[in-house]
């Protein structure tokens, strides 16, 4: 191997995780997740264990149509959902959905315009689909840290992923959202349930496995919820069945746990974000930060003089030039270096055999400690259920959706890879939800519905 190349594996040898890391990653988040469930120590962890409302995952006997939203990315989409019984009993779930874009003005202006945007796509969608006329139950799926009084009601934390729309945070999303709906005043729906992305995602692959029983995203963001004895969610009241909690694990290192593994890309990622000091797991780990991450890594190869000749392109100067989905495109190259050939072209680059083997391996060393830290969560997680359940053997499915998990071409096999090493005594099956959000909050807005109307409200 030449000279260039071995100063390149040093270099990116900084990214490389062993075992015993990753335990240690995987006992901190242990150690958090406890703190964030007890009463005294809740408001200091840094992972913050939200009780969802959500407690036994559903019988499938509610049928109906319900409207539901998802909103937690870029992308905001309406779905309609038909929930109806198949021949034998079983579940029937009928979807049509549409996407909307979210245009930054709203992302980042007052809550009212975001909240206004959102009801003019609801009543664009019920107009397309002849809608308007009937008072819909509506399932929302809202992908940010949110304190929930009841299924209905949650107080938006903090935004994260780039959102920032002011006048949202420390209020009732529900109420933002019912508001904009009657300032609209051309149709009207009920609002029945807010959920998590994460818990919409478990409760959506319920319906194909009974054994899910946890539900995980990794996209732009990342985080994970799962069924825990309701004994030990401290801020509930009751100690029968299970409640599901929606970790928000994005946060984990907020109190130094993960300084010792932070490398100056992930600083520099950091401080120029909107949260700094925020979310700094996830910034490890989404979509939303990875591709800067390579890009930062691409200009320090630069910088040391082995790669592209020492010159750095105009376009790779920019912030947010290097997309999370070249990383996918590059490392899904067949070996003609083509792909990779294309990319670096659309970035003004001429780029030698050796420039593109060396961006792979760049990508390859980041995609693959996000694929590993991302496994030390949910090893906690799992690892975690295990014990409070004492079973021998924990058989257990996890839903999960999200852009990473879904279009990169070997995540899923490396982080499935490196779950198991680290959870001996469990049985996962990894499940990889279709529709999950948009499904999950409809079926449970379904099982709303149906324990209203059992309690004769």
């Not at 609801?122 to 819909?136: G, N």
């Not at 509506?138 to 940010?144: E, I, N, V, Y």
């Not at 970790?247 to 907020?254: P, R, S």
């Not at 970035?347 to 030698?352: H, R």
Request: proline share 2%; charged share 25%.
């Amino acid at each position: 191997m030449d000279l260039c190349l071995l100063q390149v594996e040093q270099i990116l040898s900084e990214f490389m995780l062993q075992e015993e890391d990753l335990k240690k990653i995987m006992y901190r988040m242990q150690k958090e997740m406890d703190r964030g469930l007890k009463l005294e120590t809740h408001e200091e962890a840094s992972v913050k264990m939200l009780p969802t409302y959500v407690r036994s995952t559903p019988e499938g006997s509610e049928v109906g149509d319900f409207l539901s939203l998802d909103l937690g990315g870029t992308n905001f989409r309406v779905m309609l959902v038909k929930v109806g019984e198949g021949e034998e009993g079983q579940w029937n779930v009928k979807t049509k959905h549409q996407m909307y874009s979210i245009p930054e003005d709203a992302m980042t202006g007052t809550a009212e315009m975001l909240f206004d945007y959102i009801s003019e796509c609801i009543s664009d969608f019920l107009d397309k689909h002849q809608m308007k006329h009937k008072k819909l139950p509506l399932g929302f799926t809202f992908s940010f840290p949110v304190r929930h009084e009841d299924l209905d009601k949650g107080i938006l934390l903090n935004w994260t992923k780039g959102f920032k729309a002011s006048g949202a945070e420390g209020n009732n999303v529900v109420g933002l959202l019912r508001d904009a709906i009657k300032r609209r005043g051309d149709f009207e729906m009920d609002v029945v349930a807010m959920v998590n992305d994460t818990v919409a995602t478990m409760v959506s692959c319920y319906y194909e496995d009974h054994q899910c029983e946890v539900g995980m995203i990794v996209g732009t963001g990342c985080n994970a919820c799962y069924m825990e004895e309701l004994q030990n969610v401290e801020l509930v009241e009751g100690d029968e069945g299970r409640m599901c909690v929606n970790t928000e694990w994005g946060a984990f290192g907020a109190s130094g746990e993960l300084d010792e593994f932070l490398l100056e890309y992930d600083r520099v990622v950091d401080e120029t974000s909107l949260n700094p000091g925020q979310q700094l797991y996830e910034k490890i780990i989404g979509g939303k930060y990875m591709g800067e991450i390579v890009r930062l890594v691409l200009l320090k190869l630069v910088n040391e003089n082995l790669l592209f000749s020492g010159e750095a392109p105009e376009k790779l100067k920019i912030r947010g030039s290097f997309e999370t989905r070249f990383i996918s495109q590059i490392e899904s190259d067949p070996g003609d270096r083509k792909q990779i050939y294309n990319i670096l072209n659309s970035f003004g680059m001429m780029s030698s055999v050796t420039d593109c083997d060396i961006v792979r391996m760049a990508c390859e060393s980041v995609s693959t400690r996000a694929a590993q830290m991302c496994s030390a969560g949910l090893a906690g997680v799992i690892n975690r259920m295990r014990k409070s359940r004492c079973e021998e053997t924990l058989k257990i499915t996890v839903g999960v959706d999200g852009s990473v998990y879904k279009l990169h071409p070997s995540f899923k096999d490396r982080f499935h890879a490196a779950v198991r090493q680290l959870t001996p005594g469990c049985d996962i099956t990894f499940l990889q939800s279709e529709e999950g959000s948009g499904r999950g909050a409809a079926l449970i807005s379904a099982v709303a519905c149906k324990m209203a109307c059992m309690m004769g409200q």
